[in-house]
């Protein structure tokens, strides 16, 4: 079981395929999409499970494993844990009610991982432990008479092309050399605790250890969606540490770029307790945009508490040079991404609720121009914009000409229909009057949506009919360090008309009430864990 308050699904991504890599078949099942997994759970033919141990709710309480490894640990979940010292006795009420004559894998670098182990194996002296560590070649001289057994340490640790590799050494000894390749020293010790893991289920640790450059990483653990001009980067980070880790490893990886982080704040009661931490991850960052909210098993006191607003505001206080600004919601952020990326830029989408439906929306527009769309913009003159304008004009005009035939003809076929329907059983036919008929034809019915327009999206934060993506009358500066910025004609949008639309179109109209609303502070949703 792999626990801790950072890295559960990488962690546990990586030990399964250091195993399947060195010839074991285990059973898994992984909080999100590993890359080199064939899927997300599966039971295997060996009788290894790895599998996270969660805390939210005390959850893990449930579990009696064989083998824990405790990764991190630091206050979140403050919904359900008044502060750090409840979750370090939930951790410890963990590692107690594991199975007789276990072992615990412990990162010792945390100050609360050691506090914790030494409460818990107090009371159980048939688990063994085993230490990892990136600073210390030893392990720490109290955990030492709590039946510890190995020590693994990172010898010679050091970023490589933004990619870290180290010197593994176990009891002293060097064993392998590591190579990572996903960005980040923090893999570096999620790294570590899986070679450990391994080796306690029979691996040797010089096999695991090299079998970890070929691991590519988890969907959401900076996840690259784009490169080109701007390299778009999807993250599931939500808390202050985790913030500062994805920002830390770009800085590594992409020295020359500036950094604009895109955030989604994930519930209201984390943001407010942990605001002055968030503030201090963020301010790390060249730019800084802000969506609404994401608000999950929130009260109202903690709604009423905190929002965007106040969050960028005090970003900008601590660091002026992000400009930090609340955009508004997950649409409203697009249209503001869009225009503040430029070519070198580097793109950070963070949060866990729905702002990754954000990137993969960028990124696409990207690969659809094979990752040149901002440094191609840039070279379009006057003349070739206008032309491009003047034939969207044409093209739309053409668009609502064919549309207004076709609903023409469906209304005429629609009448001479029911002219021609057979009447109810036992009804008297009426009589129709003689001579000429008088009757005006049918109407048609109120305009559809046009082309373009998006019908039956499942986003519902979907862009309102009045929201339209910028196009410059004027290209861009010709000088060396002058940036373009990236904009580009939104689909076309069905315009409003004083008359009510009949049944038909309504059902199929793209617009609705709630995309009409003005966005609140927060943005609601379906109660989901973290």
């Known amino acids: 079981a792999i626990a801790g308050t950072h890295g559960k699904t990488t962690t546990t991504s990586l030990l399964t395929h250091l195993l399947r890599t060195c010839g074991r078949d ?33 959850s893990f309480h449930r579990y009696a494993p064989s083998v824990a490894a405790l990764l991190n640990l630091e206050t979140d979940h403050l919904d359900c844990y008044a502060g750090l010292e409840e979750l370090e006795e939930s951790f410890a009420v963990f590692l107690s009610g594991m199975a007789v004559g276990g072992a615990v894998v412990l990162q010792s670098d945390w100050p ?41 340490a990172a010898r ?9 590799r180290f010197t593994l050494v176990v009891d002293g000894r060097a064993t392998a050399e590591v190579r990572l390749a996903v960005p980040g020293r923090h893999n570096a010790a999620n790294a570590l605790v899986a070679i450990a893991c391994a080796a306690r289920a029979g691996v040797p640790a010089a096999r695991a250890a090299q079998a970890v450059s070929a691991f590519s990483g988890v969907g959401r653990r900076y996840d690259i969606k784009a490169t080109g001009d701007v390299v778009i980067v999807d993250d599931y980070a939500h808390h202050p540490t985790a913030l500062e880790a994805v920002i830390s490893a770009t800085r590594e990886r992409y020295p020359e770029r500036r950094l604009v982080v895109c955030f989604e ?54 660091a002026p040079q992000t400009q930090a600004r609340h955009a508004g919601d997950l649409a409203e952020l697009e249209d503001a991404a869009r225009r503040l990326l430029q070519p070198g830029d580097v793109g950070l989408f963070l949060g866990a609720g729905r702002i990754t439906e954000v990137a993969a929306d960028l990124a696409a527009t990207l690969r659809a121009h094979g990752g040149q769309a901002l440094s191609q913009s840039a070279t379009l003159s006057r ?41 109810p059983r036992g009804s008297r036919p009426a009589s129709r009057p003689s001579g000429p008929r ?52 939104g689909p076309l949008r069905r315009r409003s008309t004083p008359s009510a639309p009949s049944s038909a179109s309504a059902s199929r109209s793209c617009s609705s009430a709630a995309a009409r609303t003005p966005s609140s502070r927060a943005t609601t949703s379906t109660p989901r864990s973290s």
Do not use: M
């Open 265 to 318: 704040p994930h519930q209201a009661n984390r943001t407010r307790h942990l605001f002055s931490d968030f503030v201090q991850a963020l301010s790390g960052a060249d730019r800084v945009l802000l969506a609404d909210i994401y608000v999950c098993r929130d009260t109202e006191e903690d709604v009423a508490s905190v929002s965007s607003e106040e969050l960028a505001a005090a970003i900008r206080e601590r």
């Open 383 to 423: 003349k070739s914009l206008r032309s491009a304008a003047a034939s969207g004009a044409v093209a739309r005009s053409v668009l609502s000409a064919s549309g207004t035939l076709r609903r023409l003809a469906s209304g005429l076929v629609a009448a001479r229909a029911q002219e021609l329907a057979p009447a």
């Open 26 to 58: 285990p059973s898994w099942i992984v909080g999100g999409n590993p890359k080199d997994l064939p899927t997300s759970a599966r039971t295997g033919a060996d009788p290894e499970l790895i599998f996270e141990a969660c805390e939210f709710d005390r």
């Open 156 to 164: 010679d640790l050091r970023p490589d092309r933004g990619l870290w």
């Open 438 to 489: 008088t009757s005006a034809p049918p109407a048609p019915p109120a305009p559809r949506a046009r082309r373009g327009c998006k019908t039956g999206s499942s986003k519902p934060w979907a862009r309102s009919s009045s929201s339209t993506r910028p196009w410059p009358d004027t290209p861009p500066s010709g000088s060396a360090g002058a940036r373009a910025s990236w904009s580009r004609p």
């Open 112 to 152: 609360a991982c050691r506090r914790v182990a030494a409460k818990a194996l107090a009371g159980r002296p048939d688990l063994e432990l085993d230490t990892v560590s990136l600073e210390n070649e030893s392990a720490p001289q109290e955990l030492r008479s709590l039946g510890h057994h190995h020590h693994y």
